[in-house]
């Protein structure tokens, strides 16, 4: 995959899974539609893709997403849109199509890091034990506790001042790194390993991280250090002959394996955001929401099943579809 350098609200789909496409690629000015007929800006062939899918336009503040009455549906963050439905994108959306699935991107992303942080990132050893460096241990309800109460800070200027409590932070970073060190071949032993080396190392410095949004987000240094430490893993294994099988992830081109980091942290944001909604509604209106909105399911059909009126099987997908939305914005939001 090789990805155009992005402009200012240029639009970059990047793809995740299906069939290899060429580049996805808008700007502003471009109306983009996806779809089998040969007439559309990007063919997409398959039986399960529409002729006309899926329109893109800019808006003068946001890129939105039209579906143009599909038969299969167009997913937007695993959720299905309504036909004819119209919906601002934002970057870290996943939108799915037929058998292909996207990533968007929306305008310029990470490529302001500071530098000297970065090279102070790449510096820092795979492995590096010591009195300071406290032991995570997995629970059993799958968090992670500390034998330490380390308190993490991350300023970006005088009057700001984010504190994350290291519980927090290991809760809400923690899975993100294990999950993809483990599609990156590593099996669960060596991806706690990565994860507890990656936290460590970036605790190490965030005394002197000096948190600024617009010269990058957070998460541009984290992956940044994963991505070194999963690479680093794999030499050390290739450089002693042990057996690197399913790893070969590591040697892939840097714009690959950064595609696949942003695919899991979005995932988890979206994990978390269905998690958290749930409580809010009754089983029953959750339900509708799963069976019509997440699982393709006719509203007619979900009706039946559930002892609903199809528009009441409707509305419900529609309430749980706000809350969700709602909650990945904030989430975006609270994000460092």
């Known amino acids: 995959m090789t990805q155009k ?20 690629f808008a700007l502003p000015a471009d109306e983009l539609t996806l779809g089998r007929s040969p007439e559309c800006s ?43 439905e119209e919906v601002p994108l934002h970057t870290d959306d996943l939108i799915q199509i037929g058998p292909w699935k996207f990533l968007v991107r929306i305008g310029l992303e990470d490529l302001n890091l500071n530098p000297e942080m970065v090279d102070e990132l790449d510096k820092l050893p795979l492995h590096e034990k010591g009195d300071d460096v406290p032991t995570l241990v997995r629970t059993v309800n799958g968090r992670y506790e500390t034998n330490m109460d380390l308190l993490l800070q991350l300023k970006s200027d005088e009057t700001v001042n984010r504190e994350m409590g290291w519980g927090i932070f290991v809760d809400r970073y923690g899975p993100i790194i294990c999950g993809f060190a483990r599609n990156a071949g590593l099996p669960s032993s060596e991806a706690d390993d990565i994860m507890q080396t990656v936290l460590f190392n970036f605790f190490k410095v965030a005394d002197r991280f000096q948190y600024d949004p617009s010269k990058g987000r957070f ?38 394996l950064e595609a696949a980091f942003d695919r899991e942290w979005a995932e988890h944001l979206l994990s978390e ?64």
């Open 273 to 336: 955001a269905m998690t958290e909604a749930r409580p809010k509604f009754e089983p029953k209106t959750w339900d509708a929401f799963e069976l019509y909105g997440r699982r393709g399911m006719s509203s007619e059909r979900a009706g039946e099943r559930l002892g609903m009126t199809p528009e009441s099987v409707r509305h419900a997908k529609s309430r749980v579809m706000r809350a969700v939305r709602e909650i990945v914005i904030r989430l975006r939001e609270e994000e460092l």
């Open 5 to 24: 350098p992005q402009q200012p609200n240029s639009l970059l789909l990047n793809q995740i899974h299906g069939k290899e496409l060429p580049v996805i």
């Open 219 to 256: 998460r541009g240094y984290l992956k940044r250090i994963t991505l070194n430490a999963i690479r680093q893993r794999y030499r050390k294994k290739r450089e002693q002959n042990l057996d690197t099988h399913g790893m070969n992830i590591a040697e892939d081109q840097r714009d690959e």
């Open 42 to 84: 990007y063919q997409l062939t398959n039986r399960y893709v529409s002729r006309k899918h899926v329109t893109f336009n800019f808006d003068s503040t946001h890129w939105i997403l039209k579906d143009l009455k599909s038969r299969s549906g167009t997913y937007l963050n695993t959720i299905r849109m309504e036909s004819e």
